[in-house]
């Protein structure tokens, strides 16, 4: 990890979810009727394959990418991280907030898709994103601005469900094609990355929670060099 923690938080606008969001309110609207059809869409615990990866790092600056309901946050920040959470959902927003609250610790809440959140460049001593559903475009935009946010020395730690890249489009509207898979960002990694992990591995799974049925993930762990 970087050795710059005591430099202070990243300096940039770090909006409540009530300050507004920057994105595609298409996006944010097919989100938020996902999370408004329950109470609780996740399990409430942290993802485990974050939790095996990150067990062996120092706390620094860390950047959750499609926080969701806040369950890996609140973990993160619990362990002494400094917390920046981004969603484009409002709605898990809403429920994100109070659950960091409940738990005494605090998170910089970011409401906006990554490709708009005019994040600082290498900011973060790790980059998490857990299971994200970041769309694909020509110039790849969303696998760039994932590998900008990482600090020299830093890690990101990618993790998405094994054989979903390779799923027949459906009649809900999912198509593969729409969407970032790991194979896509390690494409972009060159020799100021190094590759650490990238690997499918029986998934520790909370009990409960939407996509509790998926049985493997795709590990893509890389730690930037310079």
Same mark, same amino acid.
């Given at each position: 990890?970087?050795?710059?923690?005591?430099?202070?938080?990243?300096?940039?606008?770090?909006?409540?979810?009530?300050?507004?969001?920057?994105?595609?309110?298409?996006?944010?609207?097919?989100?938020?009727?996902?999370?408004?059809?329950?109470?609780?869409?996740?399990?409430?615990?942290?993802?485990?394959?974050?939790?095996?990866?990150?067990?062996?790092?120092?706390?620094? !600056?860390?950047? &959750?990418? =499609?926080?969701?309901?806040? $369950? #890996?946050? /609140? *973990?993160l920040a619990r362990g002494g991280w400094d917390v920046t959470a981004l969603?484009?959902?409002?709605?898990?927003?809403?429920?994100?907030?109070?659950?960091?609250?409940?738990?005494?610790?605090?998170?910089?809440?970011?409401?906006?898709?990554?490709?708009?959140?005019?994040?600082?460049?290498?900011?973060?001593?790790?980059?998490?994103?857990?299971?994200?559903?970041?769309?694909?475009?020509?110039?790849?935009?969303a696998e760039r601005a994932l590998l900008s946010a990482v600090a020299v020395?830093?890690?990101?730690?990618?993790?998405?469900?094994?054989?979903?890249?390779? !799923?027949?489009? &459906?009649? =809900?509207?999912?198509?593969? $094609? #729409?969407? /970032? *898979?790991?194979?896509?960002?390690?494409?972009?990694?060159?020799?100021?990355?190094?590759?650490?992990?990238?690997?499918?591995?029986?998934?520790?799974?909370?009990?409960?929670?939407?996509?509790?049925?998926?049985?493997?993930?795709?590990?893509?762990?890389?730690?930037?060099?310079?």
């Amino acid at each position: 990890m970087t050795d710059d923690n005591a430099a202070g938080p990243p300096a940039f606008p770090a909006p409540s979810p009530a300050d507004g969001y920057v994105g595609d309110p298409a996006v944010r609207a097919k989100w938020d009727d996902l999370y408004a059809d329950r109470q609780q869409l996740w399990s409430g615990r942290p993802n485990g394959a974050l939790v095996a990866e990150v067990a062996g790092l120092t706390p620094g !600056r860390v950047l &959750d990418v =499609g926080c969701g309901e806040g $369950a #890996d946050a /609140v *973990w993160l920040a619990r362990g002494g991280w400094d917390v920046t959470a981004l969603e484009v959902s409002g709605v898990a927003l809403e429920r994100a907030t109070g659950h960091a609250r409940d738990a005494g610790v605090a998170v910089r809440w970011v409401h906006a898709t990554l490709t708009e959140a005019a994040l600082p460049p290498g900011s973060f001593d790790l980059v998490s994103a857990q299971y994200p559903a970041l769309l694909r475009t020509a110039d790849a935009a969303a696998e760039r601005a994932l590998l900008s946010a990482v600090a020299v020395g830093g890690v990101l730690l990618l993790v998405h469900h094994a054989g979903m890249d390779t !799923r027949q489009p &459906d009649e =809900g509207g999912f198509d593969p $094609a #729409d969407y /970032v *898979w790991p194979s896509m960002v390690a494409a972009l990694l060159d020799e100021d990355w190094k590759v650490e992990v990238d690997e499918q591995r029986p998934r520790v799974a909370p009990e409960g929670g939407a996509g509790a049925h998926h049985t493997h993930d795709l590990v893509l762990r890389a730690r930037r060099l310079r």
